[in-house]
């Protein structure tokens, strides 16, 4: 098994206070949790390109404009992968979004069931602790 560092690009989608959060499937190792929506970057591809890819094959939405957030590294437990991860906050999207398998929490009721739980809910509340200006 290739242990080698995967980069992921994640979405922090905002709407009415709510953050988007997806709901893992049967038959994943963390079947049942919730996480901010994503995936692994392509070797020399650009972030921007990992998220806008993630978010069409996931949501069925074109990203138009995302800002960083911040970077975080973490180590899977059960597989012992070496993760880092790019966060962005998605400003503007278009297409209609494919929401089945994910869920809008507002954040006073963040799940403290989540994959990268310390890491989703971090990201979530600092997301909707800015500005509207820059939200």
């Given amino acids: 098994m290739d242990l080698s560092l995967v980069e992921t690009a994640v979405a922090?989608?905002?709407?009415?206070?709510?953050?988007l959060f997806e709901k893992r499937v049967e038959g994943d190792a963390y079947a049942g949790f919730l996480t901010l929506?994503?995936?692994?970057?392509n070797p020399r591809e650009p972030l921007e390109e990992t998220l806008r890819r993630e978010m069409r094959e996931e949501l069925g939405v074109e990203v138009?404009?995302?800002?960083?957030?911040?970077?975080?590294?973490?180590?899977?437990?059960i597989t012992g992968q070496e993760f880092l991860h790019h966060?962005?906050?998605?400003?503007?999207?278009?297409?209609?979004?494919?929401?089945?398998g994910f869920v809008w929490i507002s954040g006073k009721k963040f799940p403290h069931r989540?994959?990268?739980?310390?890491?989703?809910?971090?990201?979530?509340?600092?997301?909707?602790?800015?500005?509207?200006?820059?939200?």
């Fill in 12 to 19: 922090v989608f905002v709407k009415n206070g709510k953050v």
């Fill in 37 to 41: 929506p994503g995936g692994a970057r």
């Fill in 64 to 77: 138009k404009e995302a800002k960083p957030l911040l970077r975080k590294s973490n180590k899977d437990p």
């Fill in 87 to 100: 966060f962005f906050l998605v400003r503007k999207y278009s297409g209609r979004m494919r929401e089945k």
């Fill in 114 to 135: 989540s994959v990268m739980h310390w890491l989703s809910r971090k990201v979530a509340l600092n997301a909707l602790s800015l500005p509207k200006k820059e939200a």
